[in-house]
């Protein structure tokens, strides 16, 4: 049975065990069955038997004494119990053949004692009542007497024979009913011997074929999980468990190769971070060096173009003043993208520590600083009751400030009208399905409560297959002679919002007009919406 299945072995171990249950059942049946015989044998006929044997010797016996005081006194009274011995003789004899059927010993004994009392009744009972009746001494004579004795005494002789007999048969009986009741005994201890050794055999076998292989699994599993990937996994029992073994070992042989792959991976991952930050260190230097070794070149550059316009422009032809004004004003675009560049590539290298920030407070900040543009411009600015976020202020400020001054430079003929709304808190799942990704990874904390914040215009607006482009470096929708720009404006504020764990997109449904929304994380114990403020421009 080494080789077989699971299955296999345990029905044959259930048809062993049925096959003792039923065998146990069958033996107790039979011994039940002559236990009850020896019973029946007992009570319904042995005890009856002797019972009635008794009462057939009493019925003669009155017979025989109403017969003796009828001839002595010739009274009629005197034959009452006779005849009440004849009828009752007759009723003992007719169940004694009922009990004693097919024991012909026993039968036979009764046929002769019944015969014996019959001839006593027929050849002195009956002839000396009638010669009583008739007054003849003969009744009387002692030879009658006594030859009604000597018939009287061999009934009784067979009588002593078949009570003999049915005493020996109630032994023979109380002998085999304590027979059946000691096999009955005997049986069902042999009967439960037998089921005690099957369920101790079932019990071994399982913790053989089951248990102990499973155990051994499991404990190899342990060893694995605890991290001693390379300890192998094997179990013996059945062949399911072995197969269940063996594909534990395979999915172990998987992880374990992963874990290799994993640990190339880490490596490599280290190589290319500590690469990295090499690469960033001599970025960091290189924006050192723009931020004042390509400046000041840019600055002589403008301020020399400047000056020998100044001096020497009335010498030049038209074209001259021409070149030289194109020179100044490369000079001042490359200030202003290094610039910008500068302030993208500082979010998130500097850490300032995290503070709560009242955005009304930016707002008010941004519109004082925006004041002479939105006096030109004629432009309205609402807001709704804004909240105070964790955050860095200044990064904060440049966010709405870039925001509402991209509002007024991309405005319509209309007067801009831009309004500053928020929501309250919402899951991170929320913000992700609305924006169309998952929030990206940020320096900041990331709480699981984000606050939605929208700047919405009435400007000319942007397509919506623009709407991921707008947030690139670099990117611009118009010529630089339509609107001026470096085109690094939204990039800087998608630097931002990320770098405090939120995330900022383009709401492509609103219309006419733009409607930017970004995130910003909250915490709801914490976040209070402070006043109002509406902002209207002097123009």
Request: hydrophobic share 45%; proline share 4%; with cysteine.
């Amino acid at each position: 049975m080494h080789g077989s299945s699971l299955s296999r072995r345990v029905a044959t171990l259930v048809v062993l065990a049925g096959a003792v249950l039923l065998a146990s059942v069958v033996v107790s049946a039979f011994a039940v069955i002559h236990l009850n015989d020896s019973v029946r044998q007992q009570v319904d006929r042995v005890d009856p038997a002797t019972v009635s044997a008794e009462g057939l010797l009493s019925a003669v016996v009155d017979e025989e004494t109403g017969v003796r005081g009828y001839v002595l006194s010739r009274e009629r009274g005197f034959l009452a119990p006779y005849s009440t011995g004849v009828s009752e003789q007759a009723a003992a004899i007719a169940r004694l053949r009922q009990y004693l059927a097919g024991n012909t010993a026993l039968e036979a004994d009764l046929e002769r004692a019944a015969a014996a009392a019959a001839k006593w009744r027929h050849r002195f009972a009956i002839p000396t009542i009638a010669d009583a009746a008739a007054g003849k001494r003969v009744a009387r004579s002692v030879a009658r007497t006594r030859f009604g004795e000597r018939l009287f005494d061999g009934f009784r002789a067979e009588m002593s024979t078949f009570s003999a007999a049915l005493r020996s048969a109630h032994a023979s009986a109380d002998a085999s009913l304590t027979d059946a009741d000691h096999e009955l005994i005997a049986l069902l201890g042999l009967c439960l011997l037998a089921m005690l050794v099957v369920f101790e055999l079932t019990w071994i076998l399982i913790r053989r074929w089951i248990t102990a292989p499973i155990i051994e699994l499991a404990t190899d599993v342990r060893q694995v999980a605890g991290g001693a990937f390379e300890h192998p996994i094997e179990a013996g029992g059945s062949s399911e468990v072995r197969s269940l073994a063996s594909d534990v070992d395979a999915m172990r042989g998987r992880i374990l190769s992963d874990l290799h792959e994993v640990e190339a991976a880490r490596g490599e991952l280290a190589r290319q971070s500590a690469a990295l930050e090499l690469s960033n260190r001599d970025l960091e230097h290189f924006a050192y060096v723009a931020s004042h070794d390509l400046q000041e070149p840019l600055r002589k550059m403008s301020s020399f173009s400047e000056l020998v316009l100044r001096r020497y422009g009335d010498r030049l032809d038209e074209q001259g003043r021409e070149f030289l004004s194109f020179v100044a004003e490369a000079a001042r675009r490359m200030q202003h993208l290094i610039k910008d560049v500068l302030e993208v590539s500082k979010v998130g290298r500097t850490s300032y520590p995290m503070e709560d920030v009242d955005l009304n407070e930016v707002l008010r900040s941004v519109t004082a600083n925006l004041s002479d543009a939105i006096a030109e411009t004629g432009a309205v600015i609402a807001s709704d009751d804004l909240p105070t976020v964790r955050g860095d202020d200044a990064l904060l400020a440049a966010l709405v400030q870039n925001l509402i001054a991209n509002s007024l430079k991309f405005r319509s003929t209309s007067p801009p009208h831009v309004v500053v709304s928020t929501e309250p808190p919402v899951s991170r799942r929320d913000v992700a399905s609305a924006g169309g990704g998952s929030a990206p990874a940020a320096a900041a904390p990331v709480e699981d409560a984000m606050w939605r914040i929208a700047v919405a215009d009435n400007g000319i607006g942007i397509a919506p297959e623009d709407a991921d482009r707008v947030f690139a470096m670099f990117e611009r929708l118009h010529k630089r002679s339509d609107y001026p720009g470096t085109g690094i404006g939204l990039a800087l504020c998608r630097r931002i919002v990320e770098h405090h764990g939120g995330r900022i997109w383009l709401d492509t449904t609103y219309r006419p007009g733009v409607r930017v929304v970004f995130t910003l994380p909250a915490d709801l114990a914490e976040a209070r919406p402070l006043s109002a403020l509406s902002q209207q421009g002097d123009g």
